[in-house]
């Protein structure tokens, strides 16, 4: 692909001199790719204003393939990501936290990609005590293998063991790094996040000196196939950005592939949403099935997927899919159990085939980030804020202003016990 970059040819190759982190430096030494911490991205977003940065879970190299080829041509800067549960220890994914890194720097150089690119483990899920431990271990190797930034979500836990959580896991972050956190499970309707809980997480967190680039709430969205109206509550989330200005902690949506594109707007224009997760509607957008305007998938009246003709991967390979998900008793929201053990399959398609599978996602991505997102020609101020720092850490954007003698553990565990909470019900919620 012949590619230009409007940030102009000099600055995009000092950005890359200077711009990026030391572990992709070490990793990919002679790389023209300019792959950058997540602050890197979100600060161009808030630059821009009412932007949101497309972040795609890349559950398949067609995914990956597909929206950087988007974010070239609209000139924005992106964020290719992978959750604990799609590309962990026991993912489902063939693309995990330690080769996302290496796939996104391959694809970029041998397709001349120049936008800036950051590559981000979502949902790195902390549920016990045991998680916390692996984690010490874990988090080190991720960053050693090109991850740029990471959310920290320990929302599955009550709120003063989420912060203790995330206060104890800090240092294994690099302070370079893009930083996620999270309150409140993604739960649909049920579980709201609140505005005392999550000014409990950012001031507790503040306190201890660690200003995160993006928080995520429950705010009514779900993971995976959306099958209510429920969608994403732009008046709570607005309510709790602001609540949390002066923190100056950007929003993370997530759940968006339930959600319509007018409502997508919405939260860009109304809140302080810097970044999105897009993980379902790209798979199945990708394998070629029927999807509604904001990448939800289509069921006929049995209840089943329906398949495109001549889209997506070639329809025999689709039957044997969908004959596997039968043997295995699936329902549609099982069917992204199906990317690991049909993914050497898929990569062995026809040229044609798998050009199919990247364009499609490609198609939709760039119309996500030019019409919905608002993030074209965002590329060139992330390069910009690179040059600005003379270097890829940018810092945090926020100062202490809690006093730490008030949020010492056993503070925490009081003022925790004071929050008046609906976690919602029980159960796996992980996508």
Known sequence: MCMHTSAGQDDFLRAVEIGRPLNIVKLFPNSKALLVSGKVIDRAMIAKGNAIAMAANGRNSFVIRGVLRAAQRANAAVIIEIAKSEGGAKAYCAVNYWNIALLVDAMCNEMGITVPVAIHADHYGIKNEQDIATARVEIPSMFDAGITSIAIDASHLPDD????????????????????????????????????????????????????????????????????????????????????????????????????????????????????????????????????????????????????????????????????????????????????????????????????????????????????????????LAVEAILKAGSGDLGPKASRLEDPAEWTESLIIKKGATLVTDKGPAGNFDD
Request: net charge negative; proline share 3%.
């Open 161 to 380: 063991r989420n912060l203790l959580a995330s206060i104890a896991l800090n240092p294994f972050v690099p302070a370079w790094a893009g930083l996620e956190t999270e309150v409140g499970e993604i739960k649909g309707k049920q579980g709201l996040s609140t505005r005392d809980e999550a000014l409990f997480l950012i001031q507790g967190l503040n306190a201890h000196g660690i200003f995160p680039d993006w928080i995520a709430l429950n705010n009514g969205t779900t993971h995976g196939i959306e099958a209510s109206d429920q969608g994403i509550q732009v008046d709570l989330t607005a309510d709790i950005h602001q609540a949390l200005a002066k923190y100056a902690v950007s929003g993370a949506q997530h759940g968006t592939s339930g959600n319509s594109s007018e409502r997508l707007r919405e939260i860009a224009a109304r809140t302080h949403t810097t970044k999105a997760n897009v993980a379902t509607a790209l798979q199945m957008i990708s394998w070629g099935l029927e999807v509604n305007d904001y990448g939800n998938a289509i069921l006929d009246d049995k209840g089943r997927f329906i398949k495109v003709a001549g889209e997506g991967m070639c329809d025999e390979l689709w039957a044997d899919i969908v004959a596997y998900a039968d043997v295995k008793g699936y329902k549609p929201g099982d069917y992204k159990n199906l990317n690991l053990p049909f993914e050497n399959r898929l990569l062995a398609q026809p040229r044609e085939i798998r050009e199919r599978m990247a364009a499609r996602v490609e198609a939709f991505a760039y119309r996500m980030m030019t019409e919905v997102f608002n993030a074209q020609d965002t590329a060139p």
